[in-house]
Every structure is written in C-alpha cells, then in structure tokens.
C-alpha cells in the first residue's frame, strides 16, 4: 500500500543542536512538502519539492533546510534548533497536475528544550 | 493572495445532532478543495475533495461539502453526528503554485455531548 512514513515519532533535541526529521513515500509522488502543526496556526507549509534534487522555500522557511536525494526521501533539517521550533511536523507527497491526490505521514513530535 | 478561513475555532454539537463547518477560501480562479479531518494524535486523514464540476461532494462516514463560487465557501456538513467524529477538521486549498501545495485553514475542534 502506498504511504508516507515519518521519522522519528518523537524527538527531544537541545537547543543549538542540529536535528533531521526524514520522511519516505511509496506513492512514486513527484511532490512532498514538509509542514509544522501549531495550536492556533492549523498547517503551515515550511519547504516543499517537485523531485529529486529539488527544494523550494515554504512559507515559513527561516530556519529550516530540506534534501530532496531520492523521489523516494524528503528530509527536514534544523541546523541549530530553538524551542520555537517545537511543533508536530507533518510531510506529505502528491503528484504535479491540479487534480492531485496528497497522503500524509503519521508526524513527528519534537521538542527543543 | 490564497488563503482559508475557518472562523470557529471550536463547535459543539450533540450526538445525532446535524454539524456545519464553516470554511471561506480567497483564490485565483478555479479552486481545488479538500476537507481533513485529524483524530487525537493521528495524522490527517481526507474526507472529501471537490474538482471543478458537481459542487456538492460526498464524502466519507456521511459527510459532505458543499461548493459555492458565489461565497467564496466550502461547507462542510453531516447530517447525524457520533461520538467518532470529536476531532479537528480543517479545509484547504491546492495551490494554482507552489509546487500544488495545499493551504490550510486554522481548523475547527469539533466536541460532540452526549
């Protein structure tokens, strides 16, 4: 079955240090998007790629770098992570065309202290 | 600029009770819309997505979302809720840019009373 899986679950990070967030897709989507989940904010997008090789900034993107290596993987890096940065991280994939479908991985929960 | 609105944050309603979710979209032509629903500590799972053309859309579990141009909106309704249905519902638009990301809403916590 095709799906988006997110790793890890859950992360407790200190601040200043540098964090990855990974995410795979079995779906063959050309897109992914990377998008944090605030109380108050709903879903907001922070990076997002058309395919391997490829990322484009968000609209939050300060802080944050992507990798796109592979069609496959989609990663989320905090170089030197705050506690602003604790959130619920979600990464999803869909196709190119207008008409997409999107899956959503399960999230990950980090916590800068 | 494109964007969505959910202006109740919250909306309780009593188990077999009808549920209207409100939803106002700002877009660039022909929208793409979708309604999630996420259950505690889960993921966003879809509901119904609307594609030019019909522009009331069934769902899943009884839902449905109805289209207008007009109101710029995209109600989402179900006309008996369950307790299963406590959780946050959000509606987004795909992008027309962007890469076809979608924009959310701030979403609505739906409490259901007993």
């Known amino acids: 079955e095709a799906a988006v899986t997110q790793s890890p679950r859950n992360k407790v990070a200190v601040t200043g240090g540098k964090v990855t967030l990974s995410c795979n897709q079995t779906?063959?989507?050309?897109?992914m998007y990377w998008y944090r989940q605030d109380t108050g904010h709903g879903l907001r997008l922070i990076h997002y790629?058309?395919?391997?090789?490829?990322?484009e900034k968000g609209d939050i993107p300060d802080g944050y770098k992507a990798s796109r290596p592979s069609q496959e993987n989609f990663s989320l890096i905090l170089e030197l992570a705050t506690p602003s940065q604790t959130s619920v991280y979600f990464c999803?994939?869909?196709?190119?065309?207008?008409?997409?479908?999107?899956?959503f991985g399960s999230g990950t929960r980090l916590l800068v202290i | 600029a494109q964007s969505v609105t959910q202006p109740d944050a919250r909306v309780t309603v009593s188990e077999g009770a009808s549920l209207q979710l409100r939803c106002k979209y700002s877009y660039f032509g022909t929208p793409y819309l979708f309604w999630y629903v996420q259950y505690p500590r889960q993921g966003l799972q879809l509901l119904l997505k609307y594609y030019p053309g019909d522009p009331v859309v069934q769902g899943v579990n009884g839902f449905e979302a109805e289209f207008s141009k007009s109101n710029s909106s995209f109600h989402l309704r179900k006309a008996s809720v369950h307790w299963s249905d406590w959780a946050v519902y959000f509606c987004?638009?795909?992008?027309?840019?962007?890469?076809?990301?979608?924009?959310f809403g701030t979403g609505t916590t739906v409490s259901v009373s007993p």
């Open positions: 779906n063959n989507h050309n897109n």
């Open positions: 999803a994939s869909g196709h190119q065309g207008a008409n997409s479908d999107y899956t």
């Open positions: 790629s058309y395919g391997a090789g490829s990322t």
């Open positions: 987004a638009v795909s992008m027309y840019q962007g890469g076809r990301a979608l924009i």
